[in-house]
Structure formats: structure tokens, C-alpha cells
């Protein structure tokens, strides 16, 4: 029978993502067949899985940890925001609806048959499973309907470990307070808990492990150091991004929209030495000197085309071109890119016509089928070899799309301006091929260094494992992990 383990969090953004990442590629490593799981997921960046549907990129990096291909069960449910107030329900892969917040809390109970249904397929299959949850189990105003932490946790009958973020200061309160306000049957699913980020001398904290102890009697599974690579594997959310530069030369700036969606293209050209990535937040100018301007995807191409033009970036990307400057769209920063977008059944909002940035002769026509598909082709000017995966609503036409760039399965993909110096397509994912990347990149003008992603995110994640192994008791956590 099939192990489990659920990994939940004494607050948001504690780390889970990276320690179920960890811990499946330090178990798996052990010679155990484990998968990762998350009954549900809030996040716009998202991955295509092998059997047609899509996912949480976490969880499909996880799936990477455990050398495993992703597919739609180990996160059955995602929530895709389009709006400060409704979201995309994505339910095993495929788009369910669209509602507000008040709206789900009386959808959600509904989808538990769906979330047991895709945890049992994948309990057949395995030896682990490392279940990660989201937010907290301390929103107890959540907890009625709850599918995403003790709500799962009971329905499934797994035990919990509880992870506490210290960098944020006030650990012990996070863990004492969970354990003070959730109910005594909730409480009963907790066997341990986990400090992560920690800074300095570990054992500087013995008192402050002592203090948790006491107040909760809890086992203690460790106190993780800060894991400085962590910036090598993708980040989850949004608000993971940060105005930064990573590197120096070539510089690449990429203007933060307020639905940003499936930014890991960004991870391949951060993780080149030679190349600057630099994250431009609202309010701030786009900057003259970048030597490529990159147009990110987007969950709600029309409202962050609006969203663009409030902050400015329409007429500084304008200034840009006239000077010269090389401008890439991807997926919904294509779409900005053309002259016109219909959507005339008001898929995004109010049903309408609305103009582009007019850089592309292009006009994009919002369909309501998804386009979700794992692809593969060539770099038609240099024949390099790209994959990766398209994921959105959308078809787009034009002139400029007879001056197409690449070729992916088999048919002409892409668009570009008849100077060259403007392109666009709807592949995400196409720099972490490596070869496309420096062909892509040395054609543009940069330098860039000899660098192999996806061998950097396997090293990567092996270390994240050995930290895994060196801070934590794993074989406390294998006796905690409840057989179904």
C-alpha cells in the first residue's frame, strides 16, 4: 500500500513547494517510486502535461524531482486569477468555469470527489506520496468546504507535517498559533514540524525548538538552512518576482504585468551569467538602454494590455522601437503586440474590439477552446531544435505572420515585423532549449555563456535533496507517512 505524507504551512509562502520538491527527489533517490501532489493550487504559471491538460508549474517541477513525466492528478484543481475577484477553475486539467471568490467557496466542496479521484489514481502507482498544501490550515474561516489542507488531510486520512518560516521573524508564534486555534480533530493529523529559511548558527534556535515543543508537543523534524539555489528552480507565484537583475551584459527587460502568467520563461536567461534580467514593476519607466525588451504572457491579455498603457509602457516601448530596439512577445505579450484583439464573446471581460500596441501586423481573435499543447520544432533561420508548450485562448492572423520564425510541428508559427526587429509567437518555454537559446540570443547581440538549464535544474534539485537529507530526519518522516 501506498505511503503518504502531507507537507502544509504555518503561513503563505513558507517553502512548500521547494521542500516537496526536496524530499521527492531525496526519497526517489532512496529507490522509492514517489509522486508529488497538491489537491489545490492558486497560480497563473502553469505547465502542459502529457496527457493534455495543465497543472501548477510547481508541481510539475516536482514531477521533474521524482523523474517522472507531469500529468493532470497531481494537482487536480487550479485556480488561475483573472481578476482581483473571480478566477479560472481549471478541474483535472481542463477549464471548469470562471468565478468570483464568494462564488467558489460554494463550488469547491463539490470538487472533493474529483481531488479523491485523481490522489487514488495516483496512489495505485506509487510507493509515496508527498502531498503540499496551500496557504495555511490556520485560515480556520476557510476550513468548512476546505479541499486544499485539513479538509483533504482528513478525507484522504493522511498525517501533516507543519512548516514555520523563520526568515519573516515570529516562528514560534506562526506554530504555537496554528496549533492554539485549529480544532483538537485537525490538530490530531499534526506529528511534526519544520523551520525553514534559517539564517546563521542552527543551533543558535535549540531554545526556540525547546519553546514549540513545549507549547505543542510536536516532533521536531529540523530546521532548514537557507537554500541559496533555490533561485535556479522556477518560482511559483507572481509575487516571487522581484525588480532585480541577475547577471550582468546583455540586458533584458521584461515589464511586470498584473497578470503575468508562465514567467519561468524567464529562468533559462536568468541562469546565463552574461545576461540581465531585469523585472520592471509598475510605475516605473521602461528603461532605453535594455538591448531586448520581452513582452511576458499574460492570464488576461486585454486587461493588462490596459494595464500597460496606464502605466506608460506603451509610449516608452514606442520610443524604443523608433531607436531601434529589439522587442519579443510571448503568448499574451504577442497578442499586445498586434494591431487589434476581438473578442467578441467576451471570454476577457466585456465583449468588444480593442487596440493593439500596433507593433505587430497581426489581429488576434479570442476563441473559447484553450489551446493547451506540448510541441516541438525548429528555429527556422539557424535550424536549432526548440520545445516547449502552448497554453491559451486565442488565434492570431496577419501579414506579419507570413514573416513567421519557426517551425513547430510541422507548421509555420511565429510572426515579425519586416525589419526583424519586432517578433512574436505563442511558445512558452522555448528558451530552456539550449541550443535554441544561444542561436536566439548571439542573433540579437548578446554573448552569452555555455550554460546547460535543464542540466542546472537537475544539479540543482540533487542539492536541494542533499540539504534535504543533511537538515532533516527523512526517516522520521518515512515512519510518519501513514500507509493507505
Request: proline content about 4%; overall charge negative; charged content about 25%.
Amino acid at each position: 500500500m501506498v505511503k503518504s505524507i502531507m507537507i502544509q504551512g504555518a503561513g503563505s509562502n513558507v517553502g512548500k513547494s521547494m521542500i516537496v520538491a526536496g524530499l521527492c527527489r531525496a526519497f526517489s533517490s532512496r529507490g522509492l517510486k514517489v509522486l508529488p501532489f497538491k489537491p489545490q493550487n492558486m497560480s497563473n504559471n502553469a505547465s502542459v502535461t502529457s496527457d493534455g491538460g495543465e497543472i501548477g508549474r510547481a508541481q510539475a517541477m516536482q514531477a521533474l524531482a521524482c523523474g517522472v513525466k507531469p500529468r493532470i492528478d497531481m494537482n487536480p484543481v487550479l485556480l488561475k486569477p483573472e481578476s482581483e475577484v473571480g478566477a479560472q477553475v481549471i478541474v483535472q486539467g481542463q477549464r471548469l468555469t470562471t468565478v468570483k471568490a464568494r462564488d467558489y467557496a460554494k463550488l469547491k466542496p463539490t470538487l472533493m470527489p474529483r481531488v479523491m479521484e485523481s490522489f487514488n489514481r495516483l496512489a495505485d502507482d506509487a510507493d509515496l506520496i508527498i502531498i503540499e498544501g496551500a496557504g495555511s490550515p490556520a485560515e480556520t474561516n476557510l476550513r468548512d468546504g476546505d479541499i486544499a489542507n485539513m479538509g483533504f488531510a482528513e478525507a484522504a486520512n493522511v498525517p501533516v507535517i507543519l512548516v514555520g518560516d523563520i526568515d519573516r521573524g515570529g516562528v514560534i508564534a506562526q506554530l504555537v498559533g496554528t496549533h492554539t486555534i485549529l480544532p483538537a480533530s485537525d490538530l490530531l493529523r499534526i506529528k511534526g514540524f519544520m523551520i525553514n529559511k534559517f539564517r546563521g548558527d542552527v543551533t543558535l534556535f535549540d531554545g526556540g525548538l525547546s519553546d514549540i515543543i513545549k507549547h505543542t508537543n510536536w516532533l521536531s523534524i529540523g530546521v532548514l538552512p537557507w537554500f541559496l539555489d533555490a533561485v535556479y528552480l522556477p518560482a511559483e507565484d507572481a509575487s516571487d518576482i522581484k525588480p532585480k537583475s541577475m547577471g550582468s551584459g546583455f540586458k533584458i527587460v521584461v515589464p511586470k504585468l498584473s497578470r503575468i502568467a508562465n514567467f519561468d520563461d524567464l529562468d533559462p536567461l536568468s541562469a546565463d551569467p552574461n545576461i540581465s534580467v531585469e523585472i520592471i514593476s509598475a510605475g516605473l519607466p521602461l528603461p532605453m538602454d535594455a538591448d531586448l525588451i520581452l513582452l511576458p504572457g499574460t492570464k488576461s491579455t486585454i486587461g493588462d494590455l490596459k494595464f500597460f498603457r496606464k502605466q506608460g509602457w506603451d509610449i516608452d516601448l514606442a520610443a524604443y522601437i523608433r531607436a531601434g530596439g529589439q522587442v519579443l512577445g510571448i503568448c499574451g505579450g504577442y497578442q499586445m503586440l498586434g494591431k487589434e484583439i476581438i473578442d467578441s464573446e467576451g471570454i476577457e471581460g466585456t465583449a468588444g474590439k480593442y487596440e493593439g500596441l500596433g507593433h505587430l501586423d497581426v489581429i488576434t481573435e479570442m476563441l473559447p477552446e484553450k489551446q493547451l499543447a506540448l510541441v516541438s520544432g525548429v528555429d527556422i533561420e539557424s535550424g536549432a531544435y526548440v520545445e516547449g508548450y502552448e497554453i491559451h485562448i486565442g488565434q492570431t492572423n496577419g501579414d506579419d505572420c507570413n514573416r513567421h520564425w519557426l517551425n513547430i510541428n510541422g507548421n509555420s508559427s511565429g510572426a515579425g515585423s519586416p525589419d526583424g526587429k519586432i517578433q512574436g509567437c505563442y511558445i512558452h518555454g522555448l528558451f530552456s532549449s539550449d541550443e535554441f537559446r544561444k542561436e536566439y540570443l548571439e542573433r540579437v547581440g548578446a554573448n552569452i555563456a555555455k550554460t546547460e538549464y535543464s542540466v542546472k535544474v537537475e544539479n540543482t534539485l540533487d542539492a536541494l535533496a542533499n540539504h534535504m537529507e543533511k537538515h532533516c530526519d527523512l526517516d522520521k518522516i518515512l515512519k510518519i507517512a501513514t500507509e493507505r
